[in-house]
């Protein structure tokens, strides 16, 4: 079965230092993969996403994430944080398969200190 | 442009009471649409998504069901709530597109604002 996997609950970074938030996929083939962000009070957002092509992908904000086949990950990336990013993150993927069924992981959220 | 309309945004229902929650889409036709429900540490789970009219593809075998009576309209009902149907509801649309691999493709999602559901 399509699965999406967060392992980090919970994460508090500095301003200014670097993050990492990581995701995981279990399917075989490449899928369609996204990374959304819910700010309090706010509605998902979509941060970036990787259909085909160049394996590193920008997106809003400053952030970044690369699609490793080999380790099935789908990992956020930004340089410095800022603590407008406090908020919670999602991974998504959809297979190409089944494209119009979008699985989200559990969340990971983002605290920032000062 | 597109806007997304989902109520009622806040819900105290009784346990076993029905329950019927709406999603319309504006600006665009056959939209993808969908239904999550997010509950702490447990992510989006989904629950439905239709790419037409009448087709209706459900992940949750509860007492929860779905059904789109008119292209751009998405209901989501149970018969008799249970506490374990607490929870926040999001309603969402995408573009539909052709896959890379031939079928239908993803899509970026666009969400509702919710409905915040409590079963007493």
């Known amino acids: 079965a399509q699965s999406v996997t967060q392992p980090d609950i919970h994460i508090t970074v500095s301003e200014g230092a670097s993050l990492e938030l990581r995701c995981n996929y279990s399917?075989?083939?490449?899928?369609?993969l996204f990374w959304y962000v819910q700010s309090p009070g706010q509605g998902l957002q979509l941060l970036l996403k990787?259909?085909?092509?160049?394996?590193l992908v920008q997106g809003i904000k400053g952030f970044e994430a690369e699609f490793k086949r080999s380790q099935s990950s789908f990992n956020l990336r930004k340089p410095s944080v800022h603590w407008s990013d406090a908020a919670e993150y999602f991974c998504?993927?959809?297979?190409?398969?089944?494209?119009?069924?979008?699985?989200f992981g559990s969340g990971t959220r983002l605290s920032i200190r000062p | 442009s597109q806007t997304i309309h989902q109520w009622p945004a806040t819900l105290v229902q009784p346990v076993g009471s029905p329950l019927s929650l709406e999603c319309t889409v504006e600006g665009t036709s056959n939209p993808n649409l969908y239904w999550y429900r997010q509950a702490a540490g447990r992510g989006l789970q989904l629950l439905f998504y239709s790419v037409g009219i009448g087709q209706i593809s459900s992940e949750v075998p509860q007492n929860l069901s779905a059904s789109r009576p008119q292209d751009r309209q998405f209901i989501l009902s149970s018969k008799k709530l249970l506490l374990s149907d607490s929870g926040f509801y999001l309603c969402?649309?995408?573009?539909?597109?052709?896959?890379?691999?031939?079928?239908?493709?993803?899509?970026?999602?666009?969400f509702g604002a919710g409905s915040r559901l409590t079963v007493l």
């Open positions: 399917y075989g083939a490449t899928p369609y």
């Open positions: 969402a649309w995408s573009v539909p597109t052709l896959g890379l691999a031939g079928g239908y493709g993803a899509n970026v999602l666009t």
């Open positions: 998504a993927v959809a297979r190409y398969s089944s494209a119009s069924k979008i699985i």
């Open positions: 990787y259909f085909s092509g160049d394996t």
